[in-house]
């Protein structure tokens, strides 16, 4: 398994990024598939997740600003993120969210003020 995530930056509040995950070395379109970002605590904290059906979950704190989709013929899944703030300044993870779960190495998103 293998994920690789791109798109992460430097970014005024206000502004917008999008986040890409390419996956490879599974069935991508059979598992659930999520972002997640580091935190104030040890535990990494879910930012947004879509099943293999296509429904999709958030995080209270994003829900109306950040969307979540995938592309199966891509095996990519995407975080599109809006009206960024300063608070979502984390390192922003992909993860393989069901069966055996699996992290990519992550991609630092700066929001300046």
């Known amino acids: 398994v293998r994920l690789v995530e791109s798109g992460g930056g430097l970014v005024q509040a206000g502004g917008s990024l999008r986040l890409s995950c390419a996956a490879s070395?599974?069935?991508?379109?059979?598992?659930?598939m999520g972002w997640y970002r580091r935190g104030p605590g040890k535990q990494r904290e879910l930012v947004a997740r879509?099943?293999?059906?296509?429904?999709?979950e958030y995080a209270d704190s994003v829900k109306g600003r950040f969307t979540i989709s995938r592309d199966n013929a891509k095996n990519t899944v995407y975080l599109q993120m809006n009206s960024l703030k300063v608070e979502d300044t984390d390192v922003y993870y992909c993860?393989?969210?069901?069966?055996?779960?699996?992290w990519g190495q992550g991609t630092q998103v700066t929001v300046s003020s």
């Open positions: 993860k393989k969210a069901s069966g055996v779960l699996a």
């Open positions: 070395g599974f069935t991508f379109g059979s598992y659930d």
């Open positions: 879509v099943t293999r059906s296509d429904a999709a």
